[in-house]
């Protein structure tokens, strides 16, 4: 079990290519090996786990695979791990909270059985998603809870882990003095074991500390004790990190020459592993300084080929950032420049403008609202300059929304900060390093580096970590908002999806009827028009709420197969089975959700069968979802006969766009899945487990 | 054998029940006359005063309930017939009077009319009607609550709290009185939407007048009146506040 450690290690990629022929190993291994016993679960317990980097949804499904084989098979340590693995997919992912819960889990299952160090893992993990979902205070409780553990039985992997991630939420909160005091505790113990990695990523650390502390001769010694280590180690991909940093530093020190090179020699060693975040980086910061040193051409052309590589892996932020450089920098550029760019100085504020356009789209589409208002400041500002005052006081406006938005998701967070530092402040720990005086110049340091770009790239750089997780949470918010505000639009279409099921159902059973009367089986036709009134009333009760008890679902469904088997006598039979566990009175589904997908599988299954066939719906409960199975032993899919997925009726697509639209609304995965059976067809229903009450 | 009426004024509904009361062996129903009109219906029963009277609820421009107000000392049951009338249903549920939905299922119709068999109490049917006039357009005040002794009739503000039991339920009233009653308590909660109950659990229905404290928790639970305390799941708990805070 590898213990994750944030944010230090950005090195996500060369992980992946490293371990490859392991995933591959793995893949093979849990197809060959079916037999379902602990190593099974092992198997695709590790699978989840290296999965949860590159591709977090499969790491999902495995995981889960995991967890039910446990549960059947009862071991306990191989579900607590399992939970893990769930937990570690559903970060990477972003779903922090509900990694929490999972890793939760895990912990008391650990716990149970005794496995403290599994435990100190669980809390140094639930710390870290803490972390990402901006809620500091819990964060270090946890960390602290696991470094705790971590001493106590002198592991030091898991040691160092814990102080680092402590030494990363301190830095976060600018408290820089317990953070060094973290990264030097994490150094010692790293000394003391010989460890040379650790050694090297708590001098750099140290370094970024005194760099924001502008003490940069200092950051630069220890950035670069620590390069001496990581080219001892060839580790390239760290070299080039540290390179970056160093370039960094020596920009603050207003050095631009010394910075390029640095920069360049960073990019050299990317380029080498074809790290293309990386790349992108050195070159957006190549740029800055290149625009410092007024080569303006050199700084355009860096800054696109960022931005083309930004654009190619799809970081919508940092491609944002590159757009809304270069509009700067041609907004500043002299006029004599702009033959060598290939742009006309006429249409200096037209290409800007369209720049400044296009960041704007993209930032608000990953709702970064600090990013929106210095794009709208920046456009604010040009059509002032020209003159343009309508339009200059529309982008004002806008800015102070953005703004007043931003202010709203930091509200949070300094919230968060205050009370950690009263916390902090309790502690009687006394300052070391640095002076308090020096904290306060930070303040005001850190606001400026917020909107100075150089120092953003660069800490994202060496903390990889930070910049992900603080786009991951920011996307998430902005989808959650989105969300809200289509909450209306999508209960007022879900409402008008069930009435439209209403007719669709009344002339299916009238034509029913009809049949009858011309057969002359009047008592038929008096007995189904009873039942049909009854089931019409329950449908049309029902589908005035958009969720119904399942056990009302249940009811009108029997009813329905009761009238189609009146219909169809004595050709179809049908079971309706329910978990014993469930109590269907207070499981809440959508309604009418049952009855196209059973009219389906008896218009295309069971009628055109000469001898009858069965209809068995089943209801089950497994983890958090609840499936319904539908199952006919009817013709299934055959050569001279539309494919499975294709016979679709009018009811079924409206099925699938209520689907749509409930799991946009309840941000969940509902599902519905066709087997093919031998004979006949399943359906496969998949909805959250809601409960009533 | 039970002398009965029908009043209705589609044909088509009348031939139904026609065609199905013979059919019924316990208890026999002799068909005395059948009405299309209010006016037809008050003479037709004063002339045969039946002992049970099949009643519609819209009968052209008037309904069963003007019949009723016509007749005000009713010495015949009142098995209402409707098609789809919400209203008219809440208040038969409310009076615990019987009613079938048309089209008339004949199961359904067994099954009322034994129990028209069964209570022979006139007294409680003209509390049931007077009731149900009283009720008609307006929330009612009390609600009929059928016991082992006939129908009980409860002002729904002396109800603190329904518990489920089983199929029964269990009314917790005030002046520390209890009865056991004999229908779920999801039947209760359809019945006292209107009114200031809510579900705060699964078994339980409380009259949020009667709470007296909110005391946080997962779910927290409600300190009543009755010193009784109810626990709130934590589902419920946030809608729960919302209704309190409203009050």
């Known amino acids: 079990m590898r213990i994750l450690i944030l944010i230090l290690l950005g090195i996500v990629t060369s992980i992946a290519n490293g371990e490859h022929n392991v995933l591959d190993s793995l893949l093979k291994q849990a197809q060959q090996y079916r037999v379902e016993d602990t190593n099974r679960a092992s198997v695709l317990n590790q699978l989840s786990i290296e999965l949860s980097n590159s591709d977090f949804e499969k790491g999902m499904a495995y995981a889960d695979s995991s967890i039910s084989l446990c549960k059947r098979i009862n071991s306990d340590i191989k579900l607590a791990t399992a939970y893990y693995a769930k937990a570690r997919n559903l970060s990477s992912d972003g779903q922090d909270s509900l990694a929490i819960a999972n890793y939760q889990i895990a912990y008391d299952l650990n716990k149970k059985i005794g496995k403290e160090l599994a435990c100190g893992t669980m809390l140094q993990n639930m710390g870290i998603s803490f972390y990402n979902l901006s809620y500091y205070k819990k964060a270090t409780e946890m960390h602290t809870k696991a470094l705790a553990i971590f001493k106590k039985l002198k592991n030091e992997k898991g040691t160092s882990a814990a102080l680092n991630s402590l030494g990363i939420v301190a830095m976060e909160l600018s408290d820089y003095s317990h953070a060094i005091e973290y990264y030097f505790e994490s150094l010692d113990l790293a000394k003391r074991n010989n460890d040379s990695v650790v050694i090297a990523n708590a001098l750099m650390n140290i370094g970024i500390v005194y760099k924001n502390l502008s003490d940069l001769n200092k950051a630069i010694t220890y950035m670069n004790n620590a390069l001496r280590i990581y080219q001892q180690q060839s580790n390239d991909l760290y070299i080039a990190k540290a390179f970056n940093n160093i370039a960094n530093v020596y920009g603050e020190m207003k050095q631009p020459g010394k910075s390029l090179e640095y920069y360049q020699k960073a990019l050299e060693i990317n380029k080498q592993s074809d790290y293309e975040y990386g790349i992108a980086s050195n070159y957006i910061n190549m740029g800055i300084e290149l625009r410092q040193l007024n080569r303006y051409t050199e700084a355009y052309n860096a800054l696109d080929k960022a931005g ?72 604010c500002n040009m059509f002032e300059k020209s003159g343009d005052y309508k339009n200059a006081l529309e982008l004002y406006k806008q800015r102070v929304a953005y703004r007043d938005c931003v202010l709203i998701d930091e509200n949070k967070i300094e919230v968060e900060k205050l009370e950690m530092k009263y916390d902090y402040a309790t502690r009687e720990q006394e300052l070391k390093v640095a002076n308090i005086q020096k904290q306060a110049e930070l303040k005001s340091e850190q606001l400026k580096r917020k909107y100075t770009l150089a120092g953003g790239i660069a800490l994202m750089l060496i903390s990889g970590g930070f910049f992900v997780s603080y786009k991951r949470r920011k996307d998430a918010l902005h989808k959650r908002k989105e969300a809200e505000l289509n909450t209306e639009r999508i209960e007022s279409e879900l409402k008008a999806l069930r009435l439209q099921m209403n007719p669709h159902f009344m002339f299916n059973s009238l034509n029913s009827i009809t049949n009858f009367i011309d057969q002359h089986k009047t008592q038929t036709a008096s007995d189904y028009s009873v039942k049909f009134a009854k089931l019409m009333r329950m449908v049309l009760e029902n589908s005035e709420n958009p969720e119904v008890p399942l056990a009302d679902e249940l009811q009108s469904t029997e009813l329905y197969l009761s009238l189609e088997a009146i219909r169809l006598k004595p050709k179809l039979t049908y079971s309706i089975d329910i978990e014993s566990s469930l109590d269907a009175e207070n499981i809440m589904i959508p309604s009418m959700l049952l009855q196209p997908f059973v009219e389906n599988s008896i218009i295309h299954g069971i009628t055109p069968l000469s001898d009858g066939g069965i209809i068995s719906i089943s209801i089950r409960q497994q983890e958090q979802w609840l499936y319904i199975t539908i199952d006919d032993n009817g013709a299934g899919i055959s050569p001279d006969k539309p494919a499975l997925t294709e016979r679709k009726s009018m009811a079924i697509k409206i099925s699938n766009e209520r689907i749509a639209l409930f799991n946009e609304r309840h941000q969940t995965h509902a599902s519905i899945e066709y087997v093919q059976l031998n004979p006949g067809t399943r359906v496969v229903i998949k909805i959250p487990l809601t409960l009533q009450f | 054998m039970i002398k009965a009426v029908i009043i209705d004024d589609e044909q088509h509904c009348i031939d139904r029940l026609c065609n199905l009361l013979p059919e019924i062996k316990n208890p026999v129903i002799q068909l005395s006359g059948t009405a299309q009109t209010v006016d037809e219906g008050i003479s037709l029963i004063s002339k045969h005063h039946p002992q049970l009277v099949f009643l519609d609820v819209q009968i052209a421009d008037k309904t069963g309930f003007d019949l009723l107000k016509a007749i005000p000392d009713a010495q015949f049951q009142v098995i209402f017939t409707t098609a789809h009338d919400r209203y008219a249903l809440q208040a038969f549920r409310f009076c615990a009077l019987d009613y079938l939905l048309k089209p008339v299922d004949a199961d359904e119709l067994q099954a009322a009319l034994l129990k028209v068999n069964a209570s022979k109490n006139n007294s409680v049917i003209s509390e049931q009607i007077s009731e149900l006039l009283k009720g008609v357009g307006t929330k009612p005040r009390k609600i009929g609550v059928p016991t082992l002794n006939g129908i009980v009739f409860v002002p729904v503000s002396e109800i603190i709290r329904c518990h489920a039991d089983g199929n029964y339920t269990e009314l917790h009233l005030a002046g520390k009185k209890q009865m056991v009653v004999s229908k779920t308590l999801k039947e209760f909660e359809n019945l006292l939407a209107d009114y200031s109950f809510f579900r705060v659990h699964h078994s339980d229905l409380v009259n949020l007048d009667y709470v007296k404290s909110y005391n946080k928790g997962k779910g927290g639970y409600l300190m009543l009146d009755d010193n009784s305390s109810v626990e709130v799941s934590s589902r419920r708990k946030e809608e729960l506040l919302k209704k309190l805070g409203s009050m």
């Open chain 1, 308 to 379: 083309s590589i930004f654009r190619k892996i799809d970081d919508k932020n940092n491609y944002g950032i590159s757009l809304k450089t270069k509009a700067a920098l041609l907004l500043a550029a002299p006029d004599s420049v702009f033959p060598s760019l290939g742009i006309s100085v006429s249409q200096r504020n037209s290409v800007s403008k369209n720049l400044l356009h296009e960041a704007q789209n993209i930032f608000s589409e990953t709702g970064d609202y600090a990013s929106l208002s210095d794009v709208s400041d920046d456009l």
